[in-house]
Every structure is written in C-alpha cells, then in structure tokens.
C-alpha cells in the first residue's frame, strides 16, 4: 500500500504525462489509420429513452444457511470415521491490485468475502461439530483507515457470520501449529498443503479426489445440491445475463465489432448488480463462431454471418452460463435456420427427456441422437452436451447421477468449418422430481422470437 505523500506524487506525474501525451498526439494519428467501431448513422441514440430493465433483488440466505452446509459437511465426513478428526478451510489469499473475489470452497462454507482468514472445524465420531471457529484478523485501526472497516473477533462477528466462535488469527506457521495441536486430534483434513507444519502426532490429510470419503469428494457432493437460497442467486444471474443479450444484441449488425456488443453486455452486467463476468464472454462471428472457446471478440461481423454469444453474469457468487446464435443481420438465412432447427430440437429432445438419476452422458447421448440422425458427424458436435453449474461454470460434483436440486446446462452444438458456420444453444436448468425446469426460459431461443428480438433493437 502506497503512503499518501507518494500517491499525491504519483498523480501528479500521471497529470503531467497525460498533459504532454494530448499535446503530443493531438492532430498527429492519420484519419484513415483511426478505426471507429459500427457507429449509428445519426446521433438519435443520444435522445433515446433508457431501456426498460429487470429489477434485480437481492436473494437473502436465511442465517443458518452457512452453518447449515458446515453441519452437514461434519456429518458427511463423520460416517467414515470413528474418531474426531478437524476440517482446516483458508480463504484466498489477498491481492492488492485485484479486485477480491473469495475462494469458491470458503465461501461456501463461510459466505465471508474477507481475505486471507481461515475455519476450523472440529468433529466427533458422531460427525457433530464440537468446534466450529471462524479466525479473523485483531482490529486494526491503520487498516479500517484505508480499507474501510473490517470484521474483528467478538460477539458482533459470530452474531453475523452465524459460526459458534470466532477467535483471532494466528498470524505465523507456527501459532497455526499450536492451534491445530490444541484441537487435541489426531486428523486434520485439508483441501491442499497448508502453509503450516503440522505438529507431532497429527497428520494432514490433503484432499484426494479418488477417495469418495475425502473431504473434497464430500463437499462437492453438497455443492452440487442446491438450496432454494442458491437458486434464487442463480435466477438472479440468468436475469441478468438475458437483459445483457438483449443489450448485446443492439450492437449486432453488419460491421460491427464484436467487442461493442461485448461492452454493452457486461456495462448490463455491471448496471444490474452483477459483480463480474462468470467466464470470458465469447462473441464469435462468422469463422469464430466454430472455435468452441473464442473470447478475443475483436473481429468486424459481416453481413449474412453468424455470432455464436457464449456469456454468463456472476450474481451473490453464482454464475448463469447462456448461449445464442444470432445472425448478423437479423435474420436466418435458410440454411442456418435449417441447422439451428436440428440443435433446438436436439436440446429440447435432452431437456424433456431429462429426469432424476439420468447422468448428463445420457443426456448427452439423447442430443447426439438427434444431431446425427440429421445427418452430422460427430465431429460436428465435438463438446459434451452440459456441465453442473453454481459458484463455478463448471461446477463441482463429477460424473454422478442428476438429483432433484442439481443445476445444470443442455447446450448441444453443430459446427460446420468449410462453412464458417457454428451454432450453440445453452440453457440453463433445475432438476426437480418432476423433471428438468428451464430456469433462462425467459431468453429467447426459438428462431422466430429471435428473429423479432433482433427487428426491435433500437
Ligand atoms: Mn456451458
């Protein structure tokens, strides 16, 4: 952190460099070496009125949600074990020139966004938490002075974090070591290598994922189910994400950029609350449109193309994860319509087929069906058909079965190089005992409502 003499210093160094850049350029870059992005012809967007938007609120976990997941993390992890063992979670590390984003393992179990904090856990064979401790860092004045305020140790910061105890942070490998000892059991589970040495008769145990009863196994299994609380962040996500195509799509057009249609999904993104894009926007037209992970988006559309929109806003935590297909100019010619009928249908035949403890390979198998009896290869469809979705786009919980409050995607594909021609259609779904719910159902997927959502961009 820089003390405010060399701050003041530094501005003025930046002022001055500005001032003797425009002296120096004004006037020298040529006209025709300019390049202006797709502008409207006229200036009328200046007086347009501001598009109608969705009101986003904030979903409100209830305030045993966090301590909720912690108990039965214990619970899970207790069933194979008969005797008391602790969890140790850190939180990401602070980095000054990064905005803060928690770790995802941490936040789930904490819902705290404070860096560089660790929990402990402890846990009896009975797998009921014995200790449940939350280390945060002894106020400091001198922080609170430039970072704003932080939660210290106290009853206000069990109050809010809703853990049994809260207890300062041992600030070297060393107090870590005695604070584990003080625990008084033999096992401590670890996600990774601490940055502590573990003391004499307790052994760390670093998550293995081959073990279905190691720690990380256990908690993916719980991530992978959602509550009702972690829905409505989702929701939230996925509202975004379609207000954001919808202002994306306005900077569709022959000639445009892919970046500016990039910029006013994510200036939506930002307007409505979300924190961050989930994963690189992907805006690939015409030849990137058959380049799974394209995210440059620096390309000049062209009329009669297509622009494959892969994008997902972060809401509380949550990432939506949504594909469209566009044409460029608005509309379909017939033989993109003809290929963006056969992945429509092969990702509704997917998403009706879809029922509790079918696997997504099944589901997966179900959309190839559909795309290869059309006549593809599978060399056409060369990406699985979905993934789980959550505090990650691809979300933790592995190749299991999907339960009634799994999130995840259906979004088959059909890529045709020779013919600069790729189509992705991704929604994103809640599986319940019923079946699979279209939670983006709100986004416009069917060629004709595409087609009309793109004739009434300003
Ligand atoms: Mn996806």
Redesign the pocket.
């Known amino acids: 952190m820089q003390s405010a003499r060399s701050t003041q210093r530094l501005s003025a160094s930046i002022i001055a460099l500005l001032l003797t850049t425009c002296v120096a350029t004004e006037g020298v870059i040529p006209a025709q070496e300019w390049q202006p992005g797709w502008q409207p012809a006229d200036n009328t967007w200046l007086s347009a009125p501001r598009t109608i938007e969705p009101i986003i609120t904030p979903p409100r976990a209830t305030p045993d949600e966090f301590s909720a997941r912690r108990a039965a993390l214990a619970k899970a992890l207790g069933a194979s074990s008969d005797e008391p063992f602790a969890i140790w979670v850190p939180a990401r590390a602070f980095d000054e020139l990064d905005p803060f984003f928690q770790d995802d393992d941490f936040y789930y179990l904490s819902g705290s966004e404070i860096p560089d904090i660790a929990l402990l856990m402890v846990v009896d064979a009975e797998g009921s938490l014995t200790a449940d401790t939350l280390f945060l860092p002894d106020k400091d004045p001198n922080f609170e002075l430039w970072n704003g305020t932080r939660l210290s140790p106290g009853p206000d910061a069990t109050q809010q974090t809703g853990f049994v105890s809260t207890a300062p942070l041992p600030v070297t490998a060393d107090s870590w070591s005695d604070t584990i000892a003080e625990t008084g059991v033999a096992r401590v589970l670890t996600l990774s290598a601490p940055p502590w040495t573990a003391p004499e008769g307790v052994e760390v145990v670093s998550s293995n994922r081959r073990d279905p009863n190691s720690l990380r196994r256990k908690l993916s299994a719980l991530r992978l189910l959602k509550s009702d609380y972690e829905i409505a962040c989702l929701q939230a996500a996925i509202d975004i994400t379609g207000a954001a195509i919808r202002n994306a799509l306005t900077e569709v057009h022959p000639e445009a950029w892919e970046y500016q249609a990039q910029g006013a999904l994510e200036g939506t993104y930002l307007r409505l609350g979300s924190e961050r894009p989930g994963f690189a926007s992907i805006f690939g037209s015409g030849p990137n449109s058959v380049t799974l992970h394209y995210n440059k988006n620096r390309r000049q559309m062209q009329d009669g193309e297509l622009m494959v929109i892969?994008v997902g806003a972060k809401y509380q935590y949550y990432c939506a994860?949504i594909?469209r297909t566009v044409p460029v100019n608005g509309r379909f010619t017939d033989r993109q319509r003809q290929v963006y009928e056969v992945v429509l249908a092969a990702q509704t035949a997917a998403a009706e087929a879809a029922r509790p403890g079918m696997t997504i390979k099944d589901l997966d198998g179900i959309s190839r069906a559909v795309i290869e009896n059309a006549g593809y290869e599978p060399k056409h469809f060369p990406h699985s058909v979905?993934?789980w979705i959550g505090l990650d786009?691809h979300d933790v919980g592995g190749r299991v079965p999907i339960e009634a409050g799994a999130l995840f995607?259906i979004?088959p594909g059909i890529y045709i190089a020779e013919e600069n021609l790729g189509i992705r259609i991704?929604d994103d779904y809640l599986m319940t005992s019923e079946g699979a719910v279209k939670l983006s159902v709100a986004i416009p997927s069917d060629p004709d409502a595409l087609e009309a959502m793109l004739a009434s961009r300003s």
């Open positions: 892969d994860d594909s979905g993934h786009v995607t979004e991704e």
